[in-house]
């Protein structure tokens, strides 16, 4: 039985950020989640695609996260208890139907979890969330901990079905992975079918029908903004008269400081658990109670700014700071010492930050860039395309495991802003330039936004080529599954949709299909490409290697060696290939035999055939 199924309730539980919210769900009685996967969420849609196979949890991984937002609208407008989940920029994807579910509202409870990435550890943007829900109007609840993550997730569910309205529960990087008790509540039953009951002048969102919805709405937010002012996530901490005001994360390393300087007595802490909206009574009884104010908010001064919008309003002249006290900014994430600097010199306190370990005579560690793993197909085809393209070419690439095609000595990757962008950009740089164009993406992100600009650029008449990178799953974030993944292996039965099929009847006419560790024939397939003159597609098929080992599908083969008998120290596998089971002992190329998985690329490479299997 799967743990989080686990039903004692009182009982204490060691859970990830991400398994409390899905635990939480549980809880609340979900009946349909659904997601695109992105880090830093993707452990929730993955502990509910394990608990789908074992309950009656309805669970899938949608095409994208506009997809995910609209399959599941239309289970909570049905009545059931519904989740999406997604990282910030996927929000981005499904902001179109955001808005205007806003407008009709659901039945059942929806909470959507998005997750954003401070300091960018695994996105292409840092944006602040919080602005979507000024956006939409919708309330927005931020945990600070493990246990609250579990708990909100209950409460977000049961304040959308009070409001009849999507929740948006924001979490960060920090909080998603971190790791903290839990006390378990009872599980409730999962509701599986509902009825929807008709209600198009509701339902329908015609412009006279939305004129009615937008009021609706409003009204809806002023009994949310009722809710945020009484209810129990939003609370003042402490009776001093140095205001600390801090959300997320943010208010931990704010409790830590406070503990650290010994000022408890000294401080009053506006925590903003519910943070849109803005708590005003509350925010003002804290504003008149204090004699200056710190807002501690990672990213953008959003609580900062309706902090000082309420004082001017209401004629309070307490001081208001934020975004530049100490090392506070709009840039990155934060961290216990940069707050506890702050708030010392904020409120004129006499500290001296411990001074940092001399650690000069410590060797620095050896670089460790990102780096496509030992034996990644994804090298191979990089491999056969520079070798006909070259390095003039104009590589756009995508978000994905291939997007570690940046560094050299790969060095095909010139331009990424979102998922699906490499067809569609691949299309202006070919007609704007004169240069030869070479777009790459991969088969789950190909489903996800790449086949739209496939049809534009067939439609438009543009030329170029686009390679499509088919692993055999959603690589970066965890090995989920797609549409064009054989799901059988994993345990579930979902129909597999062929790329080449979709490719075909988009009415592109020069498709090539390639197994990229077979260099020789892909390069004729690369070359036949280039010679085409409009769009060309290639499908570089190999399954990846960590997934295929993990789903018992990996082919084993012999690892390879280096024949120092015959090498001369081209070092064209190091230089070219750049492989991680490869290294230089002294002035010798070797390869570790414990990482290298047969792939026999680099055999393929090296110009006097000393790149040699091992014998069994």
């Known amino acids: 039985?799967?743990?989080?199924?686990?039903?004692?309730?009182?009982?204490?539980?060691?859970?990830?950020?991400?398994?409390?919210?899905?635990?939480?769900?549980?809880?609340?009685?979900?009946?349909?989640?659904?997601?695109?996967?992105?880090?830093?969420s993707s452990e929730i849609p993955e502990n509910f695609f394990n608990i789908s196979k074992e309950s009656d949890l309805y669970f899938e991984y949608s095409t994208n996260e506009k997809v995910a937002l609209e399959v599941a609208a239309g289970a909570?407008?049905?009545?059931?208890?519904?989740?999406?989940?997604m990282k910030h920029v996927g929000l981005n994807v499904a902001s179109d139907p955001l808005m205007t579910l806003a407008y009709t509202g659901i039945t059942g409870g929806m909470v959507i979890i998005n997750a954003d990435d401070p300091s960018l550890f695994s996105s292409q943007n840092e944006q602040d969330n919080r602005y979507y829900a000024r956006l939409s109007g919708l309330p927005m609840l931020e945990p600070t901990n493990t246990q609250e993550m579990k708990d909100m997730t209950v409460a977000a569910f049961d304040l959308s079905e009070e409001l009849k309205l999507p929740v948006i529960i924001r979490t960060t990087t920090r909080l998603a992975h971190i790791r903290g008790s839990v006390r378990l509540g009872a599980l409730k039953p999962v509701r599986k079918k509902a009825h929807f009951e008709k209600n198009p002048f509701h339902f329908v969102t015609v412009p006279a029908v939305s004129r009615n919805l937008h009021k609706l709405l409003l009204e809806k937010y002023d009994q949310a903004a009722a809710k945020s002012d009484s209810g129990p996530h939003n609370q003042i901490i402490g009776n001093g008269k140095w205001g600390i005001v801090a959300n997320g994360v943010s208010f931990n390393y704010v409790s830590d400081a406070v503990l650290d300087l010994g000022i408890k007595d000294k401080v009053s802490i506006l925590k903003l658990g519910f943070s849109w909206p803005v708590p005003e009574s509350l925010a003002i009884r804290f504003l008149k109670s204090v004699d200056k104010v710190l807002v501690v908010e990672e990213l953008e001064p959003l609580n900062e700014t309706s902090l000082k919008a309420l004082a001017q309003e209401n004629g309070i002249s307490t001081p208001i700071r934020g975004k530049g006290v100490g090392a506070l900014s709009r840039l990155y994430e934060y961290d216990p010492a940069m707050v506890r600097t702050a708030v010392a010199r904020y409120f004129d306190i006499d500290y001296k930050a411990p001074e940092m370990l001399d650690?000069?005579?410590?060797?620095?560690?050896?670089?460790?860039?990102?780096?496509?793993?030992?034996?990644?197909?994804?090298?191979?085809?990089?491999?056969?395309?520079?070798?006909?393209?070259?390095?003039?070419?104009?590589?756009?690439?995508?978000?994905?495991?291939?997007?570690?095609?940046?560094?050299?000595?790969?060095?095909?990757?010139?331009?990424?802003?979102?998922?699906?962008?490499?067809?569609?950009?691949?299309?202006?740089?070919?007609?704007?330039?004169?240069?030869?164009?070479?777009s790459f993406i991969g088969d789950s992100t190909f489903f996800h936004s790449g086949i739209t600009g496939?049809?534009?650029?067939?439609?438009?008449?543009?030329?170029?080529?686009?390679?499509?990178?088919?692993?055999?799953?959603?690589?970066?974030?965890?090995?989920?599954?797609?549409?064009?993944?054989?799901?059988?292996?994993?345990?579930?039965?979902?129909?597999?949709?062929?790329?080449?099929?979709?490719?075909?009847?988009?009415?592109?006419?020069?498709?090539?299909?390639?197994?990229?560790?077979?260099?020789?024939?892909?390069?004729?397939?690369?070359?036949?490409?280039?010679?085409?003159?409009?769009?060309?597609?290639?499908?570089?098929?190999?399954?990846?290697?960590l997934f295929a080992k993990a789903t018992k599908q990996f082919k084993k083969r012999h690892a390879f060696y280096v024949n120092h008998d015959k090498c001369k120290n081209h070092r064209d596998c190091i230089n070219l290939l750049a492989c991680p089971a490869m290294y230089l002992d002294g002035e010798q190329v070797e390869i570790d035999k414990n990482l290298c998985i047969g792939c026999s690329v680099c055999a393929q490479v090296c110009p006097e055939n000393a790149i040699l299997p091992l014998k069994a």
Do not use: W
């Not at 204490?12 to 880090?39: H, K, V």
């Open 359 to 438: 650690a000069s005579d410590i060797p620095a560690l050896p670089g460790r860039p990102p780096n496509l793993c030992a034996g990644c197909p994804h090298r191979a085809t990089y491999y056969a395309v520079k070798q006909v393209y070259g390095a003039d070419a104009i590589y756009p690439t995508d978000i994905g495991c291939y997007t570690l095609g940046l560094l050299p000595p790969i060095s095909m990757a010139d331009f990424v802003i979102c998922m699906g962008s490499s067809v569609s950009s691949g299309c202006g740089f070919s007609r704007a330039t004169d240069q030869k164009v070479v």
């Open 1 to 40: 039985m799967h743990k989080l199924l686990t039903d004692k309730p009182g009982e204490e539980m060691l859970l990830l950020g991400n398994e409390a919210i899905a635990r939480g769900a549980l809880e609340a009685g979900l009946s349909f989640a659904t997601c695109y996967p992105g880090t830093p």
């Open 454 to 545: 496939l049809v534009n650029a067939v439609h438009n008449q543009h030329n170029f080529t686009l390679v499509i990178l088919d692993n055999g799953t959603t690589a970066m974030t965890g090995h989920q599954i797609h549409p064009g993944v054989d799901t059988k292996p994993l345990g579930v039965e979902r129909t597999r949709i062929s790329i080449e099929d979709v490719v075909r009847g988009l009415g592109v006419k020069d498709v090539h299909v390639v197994k990229p560790f077979k260099l020789q024939k892909t390069i004729e397939a690369v070359k036949a490409a280039k010679e085409y003159n409009g769009i060309s597609v290639i499908i570089s098929q190999e399954m990846c290697p």
């Open 76 to 85: 909570a407008v049905s009545g059931l208890r519904t989740m999406v989940t």
